[in-house]
């Protein structure tokens, strides 16, 4: 059976009918337990910030916003340690523009949006699948079995190469489960 992206935002009856008979799972943080884990707000802790030995995020997003760099402002560390799933995002209105990620926490290394997907946002997701949601992607392989399910996320862009909007991680839980999961870059 198929596995299919939605956006959460439509209305329920529209993704109904559009995916006919299928189980719809909503893996944003708005979802109900247990497809809230798949989250990258989700506090699963434990996450290893990339080219930083010894520190840990709490979620995948704490890890992505606490790495990013603003024309006014460095990094976030605070941002790794936030477990209630709120004011994690940091914008650029009082910051100035986004410079790009840092790759790791005293690394001199700034990462482009492209890169840092490839480098931080990715491994970094990859890890949670395979280390805090193995329970839950046996129950989505199951349902697969049995009727076509529908990820339902805020993004929808399935495309890494993509910088013109958002990266679904409901995305990445698809390729994940179809073994087609990004393929890294070249760090060039």
Partial sequence: MPIGIDSRRKKP???VKLWPGALLVDVTSKGSEPWVRFSPFFPHGGIPIPNTPNQTSASVEGLWQGLKV???EDTAPAKWSITTMRNIKRSGKSRGAVRGH???ATSDTLLG???A???IY????RWVLENKLTRELEQLRAAVKERPVVLLDYETNANV???????SHAALVKQYLEDTWPALADES
């Avoid at 190469?161 to 990266?167: E, G």
């Fill in 13 to 15: 009856w529209t993704v």
């Fill in 122 to 125: 990715l491994p970094a997701y």
């Fill in 161 to 167: 190469d993509d910088l013109t909007s958002p990266l």
């Fill in 70 to 72: 603003f024309e006014k």
């Fill in 117 to 119: 997907r490839y480098r």
């Fill in 113 to 115: 949006y492209r890169d």
């Fill in 102 to 104: 840092r790759f790791g």
